[in-house]
Structure formats: structure tokens, C-alpha cells
């Protein structure tokens, strides 16, 4: 069973930026696709970003293109999500997920099956 770990969330002023890395306990994501994923109070879960650590493609939701940068840190083998320009709409529990989805699916939750617990970030205005 791989268990994903997030870490790097918090509170951030809107404009501001946050890092958010996602590790896994096999300490490699070597086939897998790995996607964040974010859940606002009162709202379903919806996908942010992905990478597939294998060639390094990368997805973005509309909302966060541009501003969000989803990448792969070799050294310490964990997928990194750079949030710039943060608004108080980004506000959520964002979660890592790994799985070996194809295009079509890469954005769908079902697409994946190791999450982890979720990281809290906030952004006022």
C-alpha cells in the first residue's frame, strides 16, 4: 500500500505564493501520474494539476493555469506544486493523488488510487 504524504501548506495573503510537496512511502513515483486535487468548504473535490513522472507532461484545471506550476524534484523524488498569485478562491484542502491514468482520465479523480490526508491552505484578501 503506497501512502502519499503533502506537506507546505498554510496561510498566505492573497498575491502571495505557496509550495506544496507531495512524497510517497515507496520514495518514487517511477510509472505513476501524480495530480493535486483541492476541496473548498461546501464544494465537491476537483482536480488542479498533474505530472507524469515518466516524461514530466503536465495538466492544469483553467482555473489555476498560469499561476500554478506542477513539477518533479529528482533529488528528493517528491512532486512539487508552486502556487503564485493566489486569490481567496484558492482556498482548500489540496491533496496529492497517485495513480497511472491515460489523458483521457488524468483529471478524474477515479483515475487515481493512493491519496493522501490533505493539506489545508488559506489565502486571505
Partial sequence: QVQLAE???GLV????SLRLSCSSSERTFSDYAVAWFRRAPGKDREF????RWSNGATYYSDSVKGRFTVSRNYA???V???MNSLKPDDSAVYYCAAGRPIVST???ERAYYYWGQG????VSS
Fill in 80 to 82: 512539487v506544486l508552486q
Fill in 76 to 78: 528528493n523524488r517528491t
Fill in 119 to 122: 493539506t489545508p491552505v488559506t
Fill in 13 to 16: 495573503q492573497a498575491g502571495g
Fill in 7 to 9: 506537506s507546505g501548506g
Fill in 48 to 51: 488542479v494539476g498533474a505530472l
Fill in 106 to 108: 488524468i483529471r478524474q
